[in-house]
């Protein structure tokens, strides 16, 4: 819309004396507010600028740090990582054109070393040594929220999802608000840690119980447990005993690699995705 401006502007310019020229300010201030209405019916009405927000809700009991990556040929949002307090919200804006993918997620448990400086957390730590993730991703176990955004206006489809493919470390929902087609929330709001086998779970070294949940692939590392190698179909790769703690806890989660039939959610156009950290179970 910042285009159709340009032609107004050599009417000023080329008035002559003060009389008119004043005229012709007034008019070119109306023009631009027409504009600016039009723009702005037009683009609500049609979703034209339609980029959607991620709305952050801390609904748990301890503060989180929120990460935030970009896929590779996505740009960075705002911030990358931030504190958030129990009850609080914050909000940050998908780019206004283009697809967007990227992922989020939640870091508990971290402090500042009163020493150094240097920012860690106990669980989904982005190896910053800072609050901001600066591009770089979680340390497993965690629990992924993944969006890929189609271009704001194209009419084609979002995808979204909550993975447990790398373990768990906070409950998370992600619903959408607004928009056209399934929209369901994607979640897993069960407490994994609760219910995670022996083998797999993380104790923080500051006490404080089972903080996170490896993937028996995170555990593990095997081609079975990865769907990797030979086992890197999904035909060649189903649910293990491992993979169906994780389901039975969050069915509408990934709780392995090829678990799509039941984790991705599409929606086209929300105007947000509301991201909710131990939303009510
Ligand atoms: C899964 O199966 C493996 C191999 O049979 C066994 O060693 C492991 O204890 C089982 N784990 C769970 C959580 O059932």
Redesign the pocket.
């Known amino acids: 819309m910042a285009m159709a401006v340009a032609h107004l502007l050599p009417q000023l310019s080329a008035e002559g004396n003060g009389a008119s020229r004043n005229r012709m300010a007034i008019l070119l201030i109306l023009q631009l507010f027409l504009l600016t209405v039009l723009c702005s019916i037009t683009d609500s009405a049609l979703g034209v600028d339609g980029a959607a927000s991620f709305i952050f809700t801390n609904a748990c009991k301890h503060a989180v740090w929120v990460g935030a990556l970009h896929g590779a040929s996505s740009p960075p949002l705002a911030r990358s990582g931030f504190y958030l307090a129990p009850s609080a919200t914050s909000s940050m804006d998908a780019p206004s054109s283009g697809t967007w993918s990227g992922t989020l997620w939640a870091r508990t448990g971290c402090v500042a070393d009163p020493a150094t400086g240097r920012f860690s957390c106990a669980t989904a730590d982005c190896g910053t040594g800072d609050v901001a993730c600066q591009g770089r991703g979680p340390a497993p176990p965690v629990s992924l929220v993944e969006v890929t955004l189609a271009a704001p206006g194209s009419g084609r489809p979002d995808f979204y999802d909550v993975s447990l493919v790398d373990g768990f470390n906070v409950p998370v929902r992600v619903a959408p608000s607004g928009g056209g087609g399934d929209c369901r929330p994607a979640a897993c709001a069960g407490d994994v840690n609760a219910v995670c086998?022996g083998?797999l779970r993380v104790v923080a070294s500051s006490g404080g119980g089972v903080v996170a949940c490896k993937s028996a692939c995170i555990a593990y590392g095997s081609a079975r447990y990865c769907c990797t190698g030979q086992y890197g179909t999904p035909a060649m790769c189903g649910p293990?005993?491992?993979s169906q703690?994780f389901k039975s806890a969050c069915p509408s989660a990934y709780s392995y690699a090829y678990d799509d039939a039941t984790s991705t959610f599409t929606c086209s156009g929300p105007s947000s995705y509301d991201v909710t950290f131990c939303p009510a179970n």
């Open positions: 086998p083998d293990t005993n491992y703690v």
